[in-house]
């Protein structure tokens, strides 16, 4: 019971040997401050990472929505009904090799 009303009287920190009592208690106040910065820390980059994969995730989809346009477009079909109104179509004859003598 003595060293119940002892700790809760806070003698051990007024006496005149507490100075080595307030070291440890500001020691482990200094440790505490510094693993609670650290988990805050750590949260921050938790939330970072998740935004930056949703965001890699919404990258990703537009750049395969972008390549099947790109495909549509490039069909031959399709650049036949683009330029057939300024009159321009397919060859009618084929192509002609042509060779270069050295």
């Not at 965001?55 to 009904?81: A, P």
């Amino acid at each position: 019971m003595k060293k119940l009303l002892y700790l809760l009287k806070l003698e051990f920190l007024l006496k005149d040997d507490a100075f080595k009592n307030w070291r440890v208690i500001l020691f482990l106040a200094m440790l505490s401050l510094i693993m609670i910065s650290s988990g805050h820390a750590a949260d921050q980059k938790i939330f970072k990472i998740a935004q930056l994969s949703d965001e890699i995730k919404m990258l990703k989809s537009e750049f395969v929505e972008q390549r099947t346009v790109l495909m549509n477009l490039k069909m031959e079909t399709k650049i036949m009904v683009e330029l057939s109104p300024l009159g321009i179509g397919p060859a009618k004859t084929s192509p002609i090799k042509l060779f270069v003598k050295k």
